[in-house]
């Protein structure tokens, strides 16, 4: 009996110990938002180095959401090839880790990945036309300064989410898809930094002023302060006040900066508005915070 009394007690420890613990709705909701980053990088980047995307490489992680607008494979050298590819199964795994802790998390939004798309955002970053039209897909640095406008605004996103998630569950997912995204961010933005006084063809515009500018227009459109640095910045922006060089954005204390789902939405909308999609979600962002501030401008229509 005794002997029964315990196998039953162990076997009721094992399976509380490897049974996912539900998370509350607050959690869910705050880890269910960086999905539509998390799409959009994995679009991206798996378009970009091979030229096809989740309907190929694990469409159930889809929902049956539309495929990307103009994404295609991009014109790279086999190093940045390989880098993007590597990115691109990772964005796969954040996908799948999400939805598996949530219980499935919302359908793929309608992401405009087309060079009209990103050439849009750059004219706005510089306040004018350049012409011809930036294409991110037409070579290496090219395709490095678009994606130095995706995997940051994520990461800023994670920083932002983390202190007001509740349980350790949340925080440690949240944790191991900052630390990626993190790197991520990294390598772009050392890779940029190798090519800084490089112009970019046929503009005549250093590689540093370009992410100078997309860092000023995200500034501007997140309307919450200085969140955002180029690769090369005033020194008292720098690292302790002393340098120049900004291989890593981060603030006074070298620690990252957090951004709210609202100015995310601001950002990618390139609205400075998270009421009005556009950019690169012409239908809004998915899930249920995204969801709420479009439900909120309908309602002050009626």
């Given at each position: 009996?005794?002997?029964?009394?315990?196998?039953?007690?162990?076997?009721?420890?094992?399976?509380?110990?490897?049974?996912?613990?539900?998370?509350?709705?607050?959690?869910?909701?705050?880890?269910?938002?960086?999905?539509?980053?998390?799409?959009?990088?994995?679009?991206?980047?798996?378009?970009?180095?091979?030229?096809?995307?989740?309907?190929?490489?694990?469409?159930?992680?889809?929902?049956?959401?539309?495929?990307?607008?103009?994404?295609?494979?991009?014109?790279?050298?086999?190093?940045?090839?390989?880098?993007?590819?590597?990115?691109?199964?990772?964005?796969?795994?954040?996908?799948?880790?999400?939805?598996?802790?949530?219980?499935?998390?919302?359908?793929?939004?309608?992401?405009?990945?087309?060079?009209?798309?990103?050439?849009?955002?750059?004219?706005?970053?510089?306040?004018?036309?350049?012409?011809?039209?930036?294409?991110?897909?037409?070579?290496?640095?090219?395709?490095?300064?678009?994606?130095?406008?995706?995997?940051?605004?994520?990461?800023?996103?994670?920083?932002?989410?983390?202190?007001?998630?509740?349980?350790?569950?949340?925080?440690?997912?949240?944790?191991?898809?900052?630390?990626?995204?993190?790197?991520?961010?990294?390598?772009?933005?050392?890779?940029?930094?190798e090519r800084a006084t490089l112009c970019v063809v046929p503009y005549g515009i250093t590689v540093f002023d370009f992410t100078n500018k997309i860092s000023e227009?995200?500034n501007k459109l997140g309307r919450a302060g200085l969140k955002d640095e180029g690769l090369v910045v005033s020194p008292y922006l720098g690292a302790e006040g002393?340098?120049?060089?900004?291989?890593?954005?981060?603030?006074?204390?070298?620690?990252?900066?957090?951004?709210?789902?609202?100015?995310?939405?601001?950002?990618?909308?390139?609205?400075?508005?998270?009421?009005?999609?556009?950019?690169f979600y012409p239908h809004g962002a998915n899930g249920t915070i995204a969801r709420k501030y479009l439900k909120a401008k309908i309602n002050l229509k009626e």
């Open positions: 009996m005794a002997m029964a009394m315990a196998t039953t007690f162990y076997v009721l420890c094992f399976f509380l110990s490897v049974a996912p613990v539900p998370l509350p709705k607050s959690d869910q909701n705050l880890l269910e938002f960086p999905l539509n980053l998390e799409y959009m990088e994995a679009e991206f980047f798996l378009y970009g180095s091979m030229g096809f995307g989740l309907d190929h490489i694990q469409p159930n992680l889809t929902g049956g959401g539309p495929p990307p607008i103009g994404a295609r494979k991009a014109n790279l050298t086999p190093l940045i090839t390989d880098i993007i590819t590597q990115f691109g199964y990772q964005e796969v795994g954040h996908i799948r880790a999400i939805k598996s802790r949530i219980g499935g998390g919302f359908r793929r939004p309608l992401l405009n990945l087309s060079a009209e798309s990103f050439g849009a955002v750059i004219n706005q970053a510089f306040g004018k036309p350049l012409y011809p039209l930036f294409d991110p897909y037409a070579n290496d640095i090219n395709y490095l300064l678009s994606s130095y406008i995706i995997p940051y605004v994520g990461l800023t996103g994670y920083v932002g989410a983390n202190p007001y998630l509740q349980t350790p569950t949340a925080k440690k997912l949240v944790a191991g898809l900052l630390g990626v995204e993190s790197g991520q961010d990294a390598i772009l933005r050392n890779l940029l930094y227009l995200r002393k340098v120049k060089g900004n291989v890593l954005s981060a603030d006074t204390n070298s620690l990252s900066y957090g951004r709210t789902p609202k100015e995310i939405l601001r950002i990618v909308y390139g609205s400075g508005k998270e009421q009005v999609p556009g950019g």
